[in-house]
């Protein structure tokens, strides 16, 4: 079947297997690596990654489902060589240490910040709980969503990239087209 | 010794690693895509125990894609047999290990027919079109039941007794004589216990690619062992070493399960040879659980002396060990590395240790982290409790009463073990204050009083471990066939930058940190300019690699050994070079004065000037490398006290860890961060065994928790956050003081969960349950709790059959 996806700000035309697995696809041939596969049931989320904006585990869906949609991977979060505040955040705190679980972890705690902007640990634990770590014991990992929940908050980043509505709006044209 | 301005052991650096495996640059095996590449897939044996009488692979043969189908009897005249390297007795009983079995299976998952296609989708298709007719025999499943020998695994062995291993005080002279002890006791304690069978479940499936092309096979696997790997290939097969190279990328996890020469790997390398094109095998979740090695899987039957003044005097341990259907590299030895470690940190006059390993039709055993300590402690922090109970004392007073005291170290134990340094007492202090023990058992008299359906426990364990594996004569007298020692090298670039070749092998310790670390400090280079090379056998031609808590104490050693022999050599060169003898040369910040004067030049200067090699002192070769191989003349002894606090909910049997304190000490930390994250992670593991994994086989043989739908890793929900502190007492073995941090954490935390439990529950009639210690466990034992109260028979509700044990 032809499908036509959308991946990390790209757009590839192809033809693929009904069968073939979104994951596989992602991997096998748009040669995008970053995501990975843990396990072959749904449990692990070592291959989630956002389907228009939203967590999904790469390995439950076929690619001809993705068709027409946007994906975005590990590989696409870093914006001009800067880093998302969850990868940043994920260093600062040494949420991981073999790091297979990471990119699936990375983008499930995004989806998870997008829904709850100060989570507490429990939130976190239980958002993430269809992403499996066997090395950090999620402590770290849980403190890292914390971070960047911090760090996302308006108003959290440097001041000069601080602008406030009414900064903004001030600056509008008042009235009229 | 620092030489940088500012210490780097010590500093919670930031990771190396990390820059790759958060933008998902990682180079996983998987990844890895050749040009020409065909995949293999195995067909695995659904059934656990079978004469197979023929396997029809025509179907498969015709089907589009495939290349080739190959049966073990096609391999039969060049897999050979796969290694063992610790055969424990002379008399060891080792059956034949072939890669693919030929004539009979004897587990379901074991290896039966590959396919080769090109491509992966293709080659599972081609799987299905295998018809294999079975011809079933007898299966052999329980651990107390085979070592009766009706129905045998191996009938050619005669016997499903592998070996029987024995240390005895007594005869070693370490001690008296556990049976006079027994018999002269006030108080004998006699328990059995059961260590499920657990799956390691690293996160990253194993993953082979082997490119024959060049005439030389280059094999990526994901491995904790490119070095053995090669070298156990090559003695193997007819492939010759020098042939061979290794090479370990980024590898998603290992914990003991991925220290082994597969199946796999071999059949890869085979295959791809027969191709004569690369060959790529990447297992799917549920191949990994029923065919990658499994880990514990031991009764103990503990027998436990002591005088009514809860001094403790006798310690009698007897073992059976589930080795499954084969040995594979090391699992015979793995019961045996808990056999000095089961009197722990108590002073005992006599300890007998006996373990008879066993075959059954069941997935092969062998390391996972901790790997025989994590029974021992489990046992004998059990059996301090149980003492405890029948005194009627305070279960961490009879702890310290019996424990080796600060000041007696070093001290030679019952085991003939020589522990260098360690302070219980501190340990103990600081985890009793963060832990708020007073208040915990107030709080647990109130509950006791009001009937709360929600009940507290207070679990301990002050366990300690014996890891850096190893001094190689200790492992040649434990008849392992390799040594311990492990190597580094040290490559000073003409432009002051630093390469660092380790035989360590890291998958997530973050060794690229550490590493480069140990020799920015010593050095004096900034730690950005240390590179650290590892897991590929032509960059690091020797290593013994990644297991045992032993990469930092020995590999790390040798680094220091090695910058230690770069330094000596720059300072001969710098004292050429500022015309000044060397003894008044003076090392600091990375450069070399003249003592009492401003005359210096920068370790860079001396680098570059015996690279350029213009001037130098009479008899010096050229560059400034250096290696050296460290083999150690002890193990280290990492100690520390966890406590633990759950609540069990009676109704329910649901079990909530309320609090869990640890307090490590692992010697001198190099980087904290680091520490704390192996602590987690080690705790996550332990914890799991208490509450909720356990690998499964139905009566017919088959692995019922093949998915991680069935096999319960942990998530995030089902764990809380931990308290993790230090105390440090420096080893006194190696030159950084360093006593290993990889284990710790699980091998501590399985007892201190158990107890805390148990502790909760023990006065409505409970006295054991199994692990894992499930709501419904929990739940049934509270049910015949309370109604056997009466009847307080040793070994208690929940508990296993007390015919375990050797017999």
Request: aromatic share 6%.
């Amino acid at each position: 079947m032809k499908i036509s996806v959308n991946v990390d700000g790209v757009t590839y035309a192809d033809e693929v297997e009904p069968r073939l697995l979104l994951v596989h696809y992602l991997r096998e041939r748009l040669g995008r690596t970053g995501t990975v596969v843990g396990c072959d049931t749904g449990n692990c989320g070592a291959c989630t990654v956002h389907l228009d904006g939203h967590s999904i585990k790469s390995c439950q869906m076929f690619a001809v489902q993705a068709n027409g949609h946007e994906i975005t991977t590990i590989e696409g979060l870093a914006r001009d060589g800067r880093l998302h505040p969850v990868q940043e955040a994920f260093r600062n705190n040494h949420a991981l240490q073999c790091g297979f679980c990471t990119p699936g972890m990375i983008m499930q705690a995004i989806d998870l910040l997008a829904d709850e902007s100060d989570p507490d640990d429990e939130t976190v634990r239980k958002g993430l709980e269809g992403n499996l770590c066997r090395c950090t014991g999620y402590q770290n990992i849980v403190r890292a969503v914390q971070d960047a929940a911090h760090r996302m908050r308006p108003g959290a980043g440097p001041k000069m990239e601080q602008h406030s509505d009414e900064h903004v709006t001030s600056k509008q044209p008042v009235g009229g087209e | 010794m620092t030489a940088t301005a500012e210490p780097e052991v010590g500093k919670p650096r930031l990771r190396k690693e990390d820059a790759r495996l958060i933008t998902g640059q990682t180079r996983w095996t998987d990844n890895i895509q050749l040009t020409g590449m065909l995949h293999m897939a195995v067909l695995r044996s659904p059934v656990a125990h079978a004469r197979i009488r023929n396997i029809d692979c025509s179907r498969a043969t015709a089907m589009p894609g495939v290349a080739l189908v190959l049966t073990g009897e096609d391999f039969a005249a060049e897999q050979g047999s796969l290694p063992c390297a610790w055969p424990i007795t002379a008399d060891m009983k080792s059956p034949p290990a072939p890669a693919m079995a030929v004539d009979q299976v004897n587990f379901a998952g074991e290896a039966v027919a590959l396919v080769i296609a090109d491509n992966a989708y293709r080659a599972a298709d081609a799987l299905a079109a295998i018809d294999v007719d079975y011809d079933e025999l007898p299966v052999v499943l329980d651990l107390a039941e085979a070592v009766d020998d009706h129905d045998l695994v191996h009938p050619d062995l005669g016997t499903n007794k592998c070996a029987t291993w024995v240390y005895d005080s007594a005869e070693a002279g370490s001690g008296t004589n556990v049976e006079d002890e027994i018999a002269n006791a006030e108080v004998v304690l006699e328990r059995t216990f059961r260590q499920q069978r657990l799956i390691p479940s690293f996160m990253e499936p194993r993953s082979v690619v082997v490119d024959p092309s060049a005439d030389m096979f280059t094999i990526w696997s994901a491995t904790q062992i490119p070095h053995i790997l090669r070298w156990m290939l090559s003695a193997t097969t007819d492939i010759a070493e020098h042939k061979i190279r290794v090479i370990a990328p980024d590898v998603g996890g290992g914990f003991g399960g991925k220290l082994q020469v597969t199946p796999e790997e071999l059949l890869c390398l085979l295959a791809a040879r027969r191709m004569g094109r690369p060959v790529k095998w990447t297992e799917t979740r549920t191949e990994s659980m029923m065919s990658a090695h499994h880990g514990r899987d031991q009764i103990q039957k503990i027998t436990l002396a002591a005088r009514r003044d809860g001094t403790v005097t006798g310690l009698k341990v007897e073992l059976l060990a589930d080795m499954g259907a084969y040995l594979r590299l090391v699992s015979p030895g793995i019961p045996i590395l808990g056999a000095f470690m089961y009197n722990a940190i108590y002073k005992f006059a006599a300890y007998r240790f006996v373990c008879t390993n066993v075959f059954t039709n069941k997935v092969p055993t062998d390391a996972y982290r901790g790997a025989g300590r994590p029974e021992a402690t489990f046992a004998i922090e059990r059996m301090m409790d149980e003492l405890a109970v029948e005194l009627g004392m305070d279960p961490m007073k009879i702890r310290e009463m019996n424990w080796i005291k600060h000041e007696e170290f070093p001290f030679t134990t019952v085991a003939g073990m020589t522990y260098d340094s360690g302070n219980y007492e501190a340990a103990t202090a600081r985890a009793m204050e963060l832990f708020g023990y007073e208040e915990l058992r107030e709080e647990q008299e109130r509950r006791r009083a009001d009937g709360s359906a929600v009940q507290l426990g207070i679990g301990i364990s002050t366990y300690t471990e014996m890891c850096g594996l190893a001094p190689s004569r200790v492992l040649g007298a434990l008849r392992y066939a390799a040594g311990g020692w492990e190597t580094a090298s040290i490559r000073m670039l003409p432009t002051g930058k630093v390469e660092v070749i380790t035989g360590t092998s890291p998958h997530g310790q973050g060794h690229e940190t550490v590493w480069s670390q140990i020799v920015a400090d010593r050095l004096g280079v900034p730690f950005e300019d240390v590179e650290v090379l590892h897991g590929d056998t032509a960059s690091s031609h020797k290593g013994m690699d990644s297991y045992g808590s032993r990469s930092l104490s020995v590999g790390g050693t040798a680094l220091v050994h090695a910058a230690d022999k770069v330094l000596a050599k720059a300072r001969k060169l710098a004292a050429h070079m500022m015309e000044c003898d060397e003894a008044d040369v003076e090392f600091a910040s990375g450069s070399f004065s003249v003592r009492g004067t401003s005359t210096a030049r920068t370790l860079g200067d001396v680098v570059l000037a015996a690279h350029v090699a213009h001037d130098l002192p009479e008899g010096m070769e050229p560059g400034m490398d250096a290696d050296a191989t460290f083999d150690p003349d002890n193990f280290s002894f990492p100690h520390g006290t966890h406590l633990c606090a759950t609540e069990v909910d009676t109704e329910t049997g649901m079990v909530k860890i309320r609090s869990y304190v640890a307090v490590d000490d692992v010697g001198t930390v190099v980087n904290p961060l680091i520490v704390d994250g192996q602590v987690h992670g080690g705790l996550a593991q332990g914890i799991a065994q208490a509450l909720f994994e356990e690998a499964i086989h139905d009566e017919t043989g088959t692995l019922t928790t093949a998915t991680f739908a069935d096999y319960l890793v942990p998530s995030a929900a089902d764990l809380p956050s931990f308290i993790t502190t230090r105390t440090s007492t420096p080893a006194t073995t190696n030159p950084l003081g360093v006593k290993g941090v990889g284990e710790a954490g699980t091998i501590a935390s399985t007892p201190a969960v158990v107890n805390s439990v148990l502790d909760a529950v023990r006065h409505l009639g409970v006295r054991d349950i199994e692990m894992p210690l499930s709501p419904e466990r929990v739940w049934t034992a509270l049910q015949g709790g309370s109604a056997d109260a009466s009847t307080p028979a040793a070994g208690g509700l929940g508990s296993i059959d007390s015919q375990g044990g050797q017999q």
